[in-house]
């Protein structure tokens, strides 16, 4: 019987955004539980599209393996990881994994975006510790999020690193299952040699859609590479809202051979330099995006991303630019979703449903050129933001929102209503409305904060799409960016202009 120990603390740090993640964040439940230890891991998490589940049912079905889970927890996007939440959890993950017994191996599920606020590379700091503890000879294998900025200490430290190869992440859970295969790997035949290459350009998440070329292509061409002489090699597109010295897009390959990996890192990286050219980072103005939806005559429903306030990526949820030009736009048939204002959304549930009052809506969470939008609203509905998710990232997963609302902007000829909620929580599960008896294919328009996992449950139901540069902290046009401490001569963006100054981490 192989003894593995599975552990994951899971965060992605837009070093932009307004907030911190403080260890409550890690320890409350959201969308995702809350944090979970010792058995209660694979319970909490079971049936659920996670890499960790996906490894240990993996291990199950191989039969021989006995997992031994220590800790699993993560928070909702944000800026930096308070170091107090940082060394707690690595503190509790690194005294399980010496308390654990006799090991054969260690999967960790992490992000690879985690910045603190002592440590660049969050999880490069959590494997140099790890192997502090363990030494250099245990096998450790780790999944990353297709976001992972991955850095040198973190592939210096795993054994083997498998990357998510979908965007919207729909394969969590086989990544967990290629990661089991990297240790029956390590396991049976010994030591992998890894090779590692990073971008010189830096790639918006608006342009990192895997159905969309150029990804499409990129992540279809590994499953060609790999075989024989290659183990394994995985792509991940980076997070670039995250000024480090290693933020971008980069790859890694695994093989029996050094040469056999750096020769597949080698065609991987020129695939990449080639498809420059070919990611499409524009972005529409959300006027123009109302009134080309407003235009559209098709049948189905057009969506409006609000690209840059996605929580997902670390925004605060509650700006008011869409909503402003939904309304300045006349905008008929629209619901936009989900707008993070727990004032708001305590007010209407203490009214009764037709209610009307005057508010001040969104835009409060201090971030530059904010503003709440002013006006009165009618209350059409209201939820206790407890519901099941539905599409395919986060099917089966409980949401636990808070108070949430539908709010009928009033005073307009605009038809407009809002839907909000007491959490950050990225709008891309069409459950979301329904908790509050909104039908979104029955829309005209549906705007959703989110950059591009709606895409996984809203794209079946749109005629159109379009994506909107409306102010929020998730920066989508890279090169109106300041980085400080990205590495010199990377290029903000596809074929954009290359950053120049290193000039150390601000303040
Ligand atoms: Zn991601």
């Not at 201090?366 to 209350?379: E, I």
Request: proline share 5%; net charge negative; aromatic share 6%.
């Amino acid at each position: 019987m192989k003894r593995i120990a599975v552990a994951g603390f899971q965060h992605e740090t837009n070093t932009f955004a307004p907030t911190l993640a403080g260890y409550a964040d890690f320890e409350e439940a959201d969308a995702w539980p809350g944090l979970l230890r010792g058995g209660d891991v694979l319970r909490g998490l079971k049936g659920i599209n996670i890499p960790i589940t996906g490894f240990a049912d993996a291990a199950s079905a191989a039969g021989g393996y006995e997992i031994v889970p220590i800790l699993w927890c993560t928070a909702e996007p944000s800026s930096y990881v308070t170091s107090d939440a940082f060394e707690r959890i690595t503190g509790m993950i690194l005294e399980g994994i010496a308390g654990a017994g006799e090991l054969d191996g260690i999967y960790f599920d992490l992000h690879g975006a985690m910045v603190t606020q002592d440590h660049e590379d969050g999880e490069g700091e959590l494997l140099r510790r790890l192997r502090h503890v363990i030494g250099s000879d245990l096998p450790v294998v780790v999944s990353l999020d297709l976001h992972a900025n991955v850095t040198p200490q973190m592939v210096e430290h795993a054994s083997a690193i498998n990357i998510f190869r979908t965007y919207p992440h729909i394969d969590l859970a086989d990544t967990g299952v290629r990661a089991f295969a990297s240790m029956q790997r390590l396991l049976t035949a010994g030591t992998l040699r890894k090779a590692f290459r990073q971008s010189p350009f830096l790639v918006p998440l608006t342009a990192q859609h895997t159905g969309s070329e150029p990804c499409r292509t990129l992540y279809a061409s590994l499953e060609r590479l790999e075989g024989e002489t290659l183990f394994s090699a995985d792509i991940a597109m980076g997070f670039p809202p995250a000024d480090i010295f290693h933020s971008g897009p980069s790859l890694v390959a695994y093989a029996g051979t050094q040469g056999d990996a750096d020769s597949a890192a080698d065609t991987l990286l020129q695939s990449l330099l080639d498809a420059e050219n070919r990611f499409d980072d524009r972005l529409q103005s959300p006027e123009d995006a109302v009134a080309e939806a407003m235009a559209h005559t098709g049948p189905r429903t057009v969506v409006i991303a609000d690209a840059q306030d996605n929580p997902g990526a670390g925004a605060s949820s509650d700006t008011t630019g869409l909503l402003h030009a939904l309304i300045a736009g006349g905008a008929q048939g629209a619901v936009l979703g989900l707008l993070n204002d727990a004032e708001i959304a305590a007010k209407a549930h203490e009214m009764s449903i037709g209610a009307e009052f005057p508010a001040l809506l969104g835009g409060k969470s201090g971030q530059q050129g904010q503003v709440p939008f002013k006006g009165r609203f009618r209350v059409e509905a209201v939820g206790d933001g407890e519901f099941t998710f539905a599409g395919a990232m986060f099917g089966g997963i409980t949401a636990k929102l808070g108070a949430m609302a539908v709010l009928r902007v009033l005073d307009t000829s605009a038809d407009v209503r809002v839907v909000i909620g007491s959490t950050r929580c990225q709008c891309l599960d069409q459950a979301i409305f329904r908790h509050l008896g909104i039908e979104p294919a029955e829309q005209r328009i549906v705007a959703v904060k989110s950059s591009v996992h709606f895409r996984a449950d809203f794209e079946p139901i749109a005629d159109k799409i379009l994506v909107v540069e409306a102010p929020g902290a998730h920066p989508c046009r890279l090169d109106n960016i300041t980085y400080r401490n990205l590495r010199p001569g990377v290029r903000l963006g596809p074929g954009r202009r290359p950053h120049l100054w290193a000039g150390g981490r601000s303040a």
